[in-house]
């Protein structure tokens, strides 16, 4: 703590010194957003150094860290004090601030809700060069309830004070068959309903094949899956009915191979594993090939050489459970990207939510996750699959989330994500405007 309280004043300290500009950002090494950005001349502000675990008290639940304390350094804090963060999003790499700021999901999700829901307070840098603690019901409540979805325009998380969970050393995980969406998600409610599980989630792999993947921690296991190296975690929903992991290994099943998407890189090939070897079987090494990928442009001539058409569809969208099968219908119909992740969400209690990502209350809601590209031989106009599908979520009384490319108009955009709030909130602490603009930067990419 007194370490962080020296990074905060050497922080103020250099804001004050630092000439006046109009607009400041972040300086990062990795990003886990998924829309490309115009080059910005802005200064930078890097806080990577903020990267601390703080604090564990697994007595309390709660754990206190800076804000680009990964997950990966965060869980591994925890777990040796038996415990782990009330929600662990997917991606190791993903910052503890990033995940407040941004929208961070996992299993925990249909009892604990979004990371956000988790949080108790919030330490932040402001647009107008204030650090400002925030809590619910303090005098910086409008800011902490606007923070979660602004994606850093309302300011940066130095700290964060989270709700932890205990553990127990394995994950018990059953893999339920369903097929067809009705019934899958009326269990679904059933376990949302219950305490009968510690983790849900679930992937369609067609219409008629869908498993549910309910996990139950336990304190001892016939024996302890290993899915970063040879095995193919998505694989064995299909191949057993049920699977022991350890605590750890179950918290990042997804990451080594990004869930399914290492077979964009070709790394679910034997030989190809064995090439990259276990420790870059992760979504860093993947992103970094991607990212590649886009600066040379070697998909796009492969494409061009096939004449083919491709439009990036890389969403995650949280739908009502009443309508979840109706949208997944859609997905089948209309996009066609398989698999797709399932993964209910808890909705917080009537004004407790984040005030610009606004789910139903009173019910729960499913995330769907799907990334991938979608081919045409015909020119399409730009984001054509993409409009499709906002069209339809909203449709359905659902909402997206924004780490990857948007295709909204303004009404749209604002009609859906907190306008009044935002506005109010940005007035407050950036009066001057020196962070971006919401709509500027998730849907003009600015």
């Not at 106009?381 to 659902?398: K, M, Q």
């Amino acid at each position: 703590m007194n370490a962080y309280a020296k990074k905060k004043d050497l922080l103020l300290a250099g804001l004050r010194a630092a000439p006046t500009e109009r607009t400041v950002g972040l300086t990062k090494q990795t990003s886990n957003l998924f829309r490309e950005r115009a080059p910005r001349a802005a200064p930078r502000i890097d806080l990577s150094h903020f990267n601390a675990v703080l604090r564990v008290d697994a007595a309390a639940g709660t754990v206190e860290a800076e804000g680009m304390t990964t997950y990966v350094d965060l869980v591994d804090a925890t777990l040796a004090r038996g415990a782990m963060p009330a929600v662990v999003p997917q991606l190791k790499s993903i910052t503890l601030g990033g995940a407040v700021a941004g929208v961070g999901i996992e299993a925990t999700s249909f009892r604990q809700g979004l990371v956000h829901d988790t949080v108790l307070a919030l330490d932040v840098l402001t647009g107008d060069g204030r650090i400002l603690a925030c809590t619910a019901d303090n005098e910086h409540r409008d800011l902490f309830r606007a923070f979660p979805n602004a994606y850093g325009t309302l300011g940066y998380a130095l700290k964060v004070t989270a709700r932890t969970i205990p553990v127990k050393r394995f994950v018990h995980v059953e893999h339920r068959r369903f097929g067809d969406a009705v019934r899958c998600f009326a269990e679904v409610a059933r376990l949302c309903a219950t305490a009968d599980a510690d983790f849900l989630d679930g992937v369609a792999f067609a219409p008629e094949e869908m498993y549910l993947c309910v996990g139950r921690f336990v304190d001892a296991a016939p024996h302890a899956s290993d899915y970063t190296y040879e095995k193919i975690y998505y694989r064995s929903l299909r191949e057993r009915a049920d699977d022991y992991l350890a605590a750890r290994d179950y918290l990042w099943r997804w990451d080594t191979d990004w869930f399914w998407c290492s077979k964009n890189v070709g790394a679910q090939h034997p030989l190809v594993r064995r090439l990259l070897g276990r420790k870059r079987l992760n979504s860093i090494t993947y992103q970094k090939i991607m990212r590649w990928n886009a600066r040379v442009g070697l998909g796009v001539l492969w494409n061009r050489l096939r004449g083919v058409h491709a439009e990036s569809v890389i969403q995650d969208v949280d739908i009502p459970i009443g309508r979840a099968a109706e949208f997944l219908a859609f997905l089948h119909r209309e996009v066609g990207i398989l698999p797709v992740w399932i993964c209910p969400i808890r909705a917080p209690a009537p004004g407790a939510g984040a005030a610009l990502y606004p789910l139903p209350a009173g019910t729960v809601s499913i995330n769907f996750g799907f990334w991938d590209v979608v081919n045409s031989r015909a020119p399409q106009a730009p984001g054509t699959c993409n409009r499709r599908i906002e069209r339809e979520v909203r449709a359905l009384g659902g909402i997206k989330s924004l780490y990857s490319d948007s295709y909204f108009t303004p009404e749209e955009f604002w009609a859906i994500y907190g306008r009044d709030a935002y506005l109010a909130v940005k007035r407050k602490y950036d009066p001057e405007g020196r962070l971006p603009d919401l709509y500027a930067k998730c849907v003009l990419r600015q």
